[in-house]
């Protein structure tokens, strides 16, 4: 079974960084990789619907950003592969909320998109406060 864990939230001041990261393992196998796995990264903030702000597919080579978050976000995968990072850059209140990461097993060139029910695995979640 697939799992996923983020790591990396915190409580940072508006206009400052985080680098998420979703760390994938399958109980009871050695060497698994995110390989053949599109991601996307969601956030749900209190009282509001979990949304979409970056999806990937398998290769790294698609990537597709949510209109709030273009220029400021990067979504992007380690080396040791599986790993999946998520770079949040200039931070504001608005982006305060629960980020989430979540995989598909989909070999080909696409990325999934934003809807949530397209993916298979979530992790539980790390969160990310912006706030003076």
């Known amino acids: 079974q697939l799992r996923l864990a983020e790591s990396g939230g915190g409580l940072v001041q508006p206009g400052g960084s985080l680098r998420l990261s979703c760390t994938a393992s399958?109980?009871?196998?050695?060497?698994?990789?995110?390989?053949?796995?599109?991601i996307g990264w969601f956030r749900q903030a209190p009282g509001k619907e979990r949304e979409g702000v970056a999806c990937?597919?398998?290769?790294?080579?698609?990537?597709d950003y949510a209109d709030s978050v273009k220029g400021r976000f990067t979504i992007s995968r380690g080396n040791d592969k599986n790993t999946v990072y998520l770079q949040v850059n200039n931070l504001k209140p608005e982006d305060t909320g629960v980020y989430y990461c979540?995989?598909?097993?989909?070999?080909?060139?696409?990325?999934?998109?934003?809807?949530?029910?397209?993916?298979?695995?979530w992790g539980q979640g790390t969160q990310v406060t912006v706030s003076s």
């Open positions: 399958e109980f009871g196998a050695v060497g698994f990789t995110l390989e053949h796995y599109a």
């Open positions: 990937m597919s398998s290769s790294g080579a698609t990537t």
């Open positions: 979540a995989a598909r097993f989909s070999p080909a060139e696409i990325v999934l998109g934003f809807v949530p029910d397209i993916y298979d695995h």
